[in-house]
């Protein structure tokens, strides 16, 4: 059974620039939840698609933004990149969620790099 | 503030010997915590979940505890080997209005030498 695949593995942006990162979960997973991690904050949760639905949200100004489509893959959307942003952002897929007892499953990520 | 602290910052031990990561937290009350393990370059991987009502689990060599009275976790990695070198994060899920969401610690980094 194939993991989580996170798409791209690495990427190089400049300030002002926008940028799309592709989640594809876990073969009938429909939960898929987003997070950043950065060495000073650690990891800080985004928000939670469920069925093409955000079910939950961290605190995350509105520049971050996600969707999920009908297959369950999820794409997470950053504007107006800030320097800030540079970090490495994973994605987990479960069942139906993490709030219960489902098993998270993570991708290795993908590496922001602000410029 | 819900908030999640895990100690020590960091640990060196030798090949073959046990250590405890703390984990304590202030986050009430609380859906269930978990102990991720995470290798350097790649996501997390679930360790352990234990519910308010759980004071124990195990996988393998790594057993978590918890004491929901004193807001402690704590997690117990014993005879550890070189693949044990990781950081080891502790997340809370408070139970809030109906939905949830994940506070994590800042982890505590394990460096195993033989």
């Known amino acids: 059974k194939a993991g989580v695949t996170q798409t791209p593995r690495y990427l190089i942006k400049t300030r002002g620039q926008q940028v799309t990162l592709s989640c594809s979960p876990i073969s009938g997973h429909r939960s898929v939840s987003w997070y950043q991690q950065t060495p000073g904050q650690g990891l800080q949760f985004l928000f939670e698609?469920?069925?093409?639905?955000?079910?939950n949200k961290g605190n995350f100004p509105g520049r971050f933004s996600g969707r999920q489509f009908s297959n369950s893959r999820s794409e997470m959307n950053v504007s107006t990149l800030e320097l800030g942003d540079s970090a490495l952002y994973l994605c987990a897929s479960s069942y139906s969620g993490g709030g219960r007892q489902n098993i998270q499953y993570f991708g290795a990520g993908t590496r922001l790099s602000v410029l | 503030k819900n908030q999640v602290e895990q100690s020590p910052q960091s640990l060196i031990i030798l090949e073959g010997k046990n250590c405890t990561l703390q984990c304590n937290y202030t986050v009430s009350p609380f859906s269930n915590l978990r102990w991720y393990k995470q290798d350097t370059g790649r996501g997390p991987v679930s360790l352990t979940i234990?519910?308010?009502?759980?004071n124990t689990k195990s996988n393998g060599r790594y057993t978590a505890t918890l004491d929901a009275d004193t807001k402690q976790s704590s997690l117990h990695i014993t005879a550890s080997q070189l693949s044990d070198s990781a950081s080891y994060i502790c997340v809370v899920s408070p139970t809030t209005s109906g939905t949830y969401k994940y506070i994590f610690g800042t982890g505590t980094r394990l460096k195993v030498l033989a």
């Open positions: 234990m519910t308010f009502s759980e």
């Open positions: 698609y469920f069925s093409e639905t955000q079910r």
